[in-house]
């Protein structure tokens, strides 16, 4: 191996330890997703049925959700009323779900946002991407009032080089 070589994958361990760390299970940093919980959530859709019974109301088609600079999309939410004020307790996104906030992205199967505890519980085929770099698991919980995440689910990381270069040669 040479000097070079040696010193430019220490350079990449030590720039991308916070990322290989989430491939054991620990804990991810997502300054972008850091988010004032208690901002305003704006929805908008297609269409809409609220169902007074149950407290929910269902969004269709097109469904982008607004708090802050966070921003998600998703072809179905269910969004469920606490049973007192009418305040939103949690929404439930399926079909497909994107999160974004600044220059970082998360794509799941399923999302959940429970609002009174700030977290973001994504589930199947999550896709993380910060920068060029990315990472996939099964699960991933996203905690907003902090800007670090958990994934588990046979986590893999795809760390790219400074140069863009994936290859690996020097």
């Given at each position: 191996m040479t000097n070079a070589f040696a010193a430019s994958t220490l350079a990449l361990i030590t720039m991308f330890a916070p990322m290989c760390a989430a491939a054991q299970g620990t804990q991810v940093n997502f300054g972008g997703f850091q988010q004032d919980t208690d901002a305003p959530v704006e929805v908008t859709a297609d269409a809409l049925s609220v169902d007074q019974t149950d407290g929910t109301a269902l969004y269709q088609g097109n469904v982008i959700i607004i708090q802050g600079e966070m921003?998600?999309?998703a072809p179905r939410v269910?969004?469920?009323y606490a049973e007192s004020a009418g305040r939103?307790?949690?929404?439930?996104?399926?079909?497909?779900?994107l999160l974004v906030s600044g220059t970082e992205a998360a794509e799941a199967e399923?999302?959940?946002?429970?609002?009174?505890s700030g977290t973001v519980d994504m589930a199947g085929n999550v896709l993380v991407t910060q920068g060029a770099n990315a990472m996939t698991s099964e699960f991933m919980t996203v905690y907003l009032d902090s800007g670090t995440?958990?994934?588990?689910?046979r986590v893999k990381t795809v760390l790219q080089s400074s140069d863009g270069d994936a290859s690996g040669d020097p």
């Open positions: 921003r998600l999309a269910l969004v469920v939103i307790e949690r929404m439930e996104a399926t079909g497909g779900v399923r999302a959940d946002y429970h609002i009174d995440a958990e994934m588990s689910g």
